[in-house]
Structures are given as C-alpha cells and as structure tokens.
C-alpha cells in the first residue's frame, strides 16, 4: 500500500520561504504524475502544482506561478514544494498527491478525483 508523507510546514512571516518534502513509501513514484494540493479553513481543496513523471513538464495555479517551484527526484521517491514570497492567502494545508494514472503520461491533472493517494497534509501558516 503506498503511503504518503508530508513534511516541512510551519509558521513564517509574510515574504519569507518555505520548503515542503512528500515522502512516497510502498511503491515507486517513477510512472505517476505527482501534485500538490491545499485546503485553508472553509475552502474547498484546491490544485497547486504538478509534475510529470520524468519531470519534465510542470504546472503550477496562477495564485503561485512565478512563487513556487515543484520537483522530484524518483530515485528518492520524494517530491518537494519550494515555496518563496510567501502570501497571508497561502495559508492551508498542504497536501501530496499521486496521480491515479501510471502512465509515463505528460499530463498534469488540477482535478481532485485524478489523483488516489494522499499524505495526511502539513500546516502553512504565514503571518501578515
């Protein structure tokens, strides 16, 4: 069973950075798409950034073009989030997710049923 894990959020000040890690154990990462996604309190769970498998395509929401920067490194099973110029609206947690689809595909989903395994999330909380 594949299980994902989330690590690096915390509290920091607006304008400052942070940098997240998701951890993939049970099976190898290498043929999926992999994503981020967050949730801030009375939103809906929303797309952040993805990958393709060989990282060779990214994608990112407008609200964290240019801010953010996804990659992986499959021989570690990790994907990282990188995230600079932090926002008060960045706030949420933060979730990992792998794409249902293990196809060496250069596709990148923003839907939430595309992907089938989640990490339980990490807390950004950025300060204004």
């Known amino acids: 069973q594949v299980q994902l894990a989330e690590s690096g959020g915390g509290l920091v000040q607006a304008g400052g950075s942070l940098a997240l890690s998701c951890v993939v154990s049970?099976?190898?990462?290498?043929?999926?798409?992999m994503g981020w996604f967050r949730q801030a309190p009375g939103n809906e769970r929303e797309f952040v950034a993805g990958?393709?498998?060989?990282?060779?395509?990214?994608y990112y929401d407008d609200s964290v073009k240019g801010r953010f920067t996804i990659s992986r490194e499959n021989i570690k099973n990790t994907v990282w989030l990188r995230m600079n110029s932090l926002k008060f609206e960045d706030t949420a947690v933060y979730y990992c997710a792998r794409d249902r689809r293990a196809t060496y595909g250069s596709a990148i989903a923003t839907r939430e049923d595309a992907y089938d395994s989640w990490g339980q999330g990490t807390q950004v909380t950025v300060s204004s």
């Open positions: 990958i393709t498998w060989n990282a060779g395509r990214t």
């Open positions: 049970g099976r190898p990462i290498t043929a999926y798409s």
